[in-house]
């Protein structure tokens, strides 16, 4: 199975900043089929990018996603005080669809 | 509007089985994939596997083999996961979710329904 590593496990920032998560695969996710989800305490995962760059509906342009092969990265330009939350990255592209372990984005 | 409504929280003895719903509403059931993904207490993410719910056709992580079962019933538009011989690190909220549809044979999970907490306690 395909192995995500997700660094740093936790980030501490302030508002306005830039945030870079970064997010390893074990071996190469096919066809970049990358996902990034957001977690806020108490609820659902909520998607944010798929196919490693392209933004789901409604999604705020300050978020990017980048990558391919086994190296993949989520950016939030501008840090607002809602973006404050555990990011999961997921592979899809083959079974098991596994996840990474999350980073923490909290407020310094 | 797309919604997943999960039933509500359970608690179980080891040993026991428990079934969790997901209706779905506003698209075509039959027509997208549903998955499960659970999350322990203070814990990640872990996919569990998924339904086709037009088939009745079911890929479960090798984990779960032999302990979950996957089902739907396409008249009330609602997928069930049913996990057995449960255990105390089977406690999580249990998560259904709708796979998208893309050109390729698989996608990204767009909808999610609330969560469902299962508690395994003697």
């Known amino acids: 199975e395909i192995v995500l590593t997700q660094s740093p496990g936790t980030l501490s920032l302030s508002p306005g900043e830039r945030a870079t998560l970064s997010c390893r695969a074990s071996?190469?996710?096919?066809?970049?089929?990358l996902a990034w989800y957001q977690q806020k305490p108490g609820q659902a995962p909520r998607l944010l990018i798929y196919?490693?760059?392209t933004r789901a509906t409604g999604i705020p342009d300050r978020f990017s996603g980048s990558g391919s092969g086994t190296d993949f990265t989520l950016t939030i330009s501008r840090l607002e005080p809602e973006d404050f939350a555990v990011y999961y990255c997921?592979?899809?592209?083959?079974?098991?669809?596994?996840f990474g372990q999350g980073t923490n984005v909290e407020i310094k | 509007q797309v919604q997943l409504v999960q039933s509500g929280a359970e608690v179980k003895k080891p040993g026991a089985s428990v079934k969790v719903s997901c209706k779905a509403s506003?698209?075509?059931?039959?027509?997208?994939?549903m998955h499960w993904v659970r999350q322990a207490p203070g814990q990640g993410l872990e996919w569990m596997g998924w339904?086709?719910?037009?088939?009745?056709?079911?890929h479960y992580a090798q984990k779960f083999q032999g302990r979950v079962t996957m089902t739907r019933d396409t008249s009330i538009s609602t997928a069930y996961m049913e996990l057995s011989r449960l255990r105390s690190d089977d406690t999580a909220v249990y998560y259904c979710?709708?796979?998208?549809?893309?050109?390729?044979?698989?996608?990204?999970?767009?909808?999610w329904g609330q969560g469902t907490l299962v508690t395994v306690s003697s």
């Open positions: 979710a709708r796979e998208d549809i893309c050109s390729s044979t698989s996608c990204y999970l767009d909808y």
């Open positions: 506003g698209y075509t059931f039959t027509g997208y994939y």
């Open positions: 339904i086709n719910p037009n088939s009745g056709d079911t």
């Open positions: 071996q190469s996710v096919s066809s970049s089929y």
């Open positions: 196919g490693a760059s």
């Open positions: 997921q592979q899809y592209g083959t079974s098991p669809r596994t």
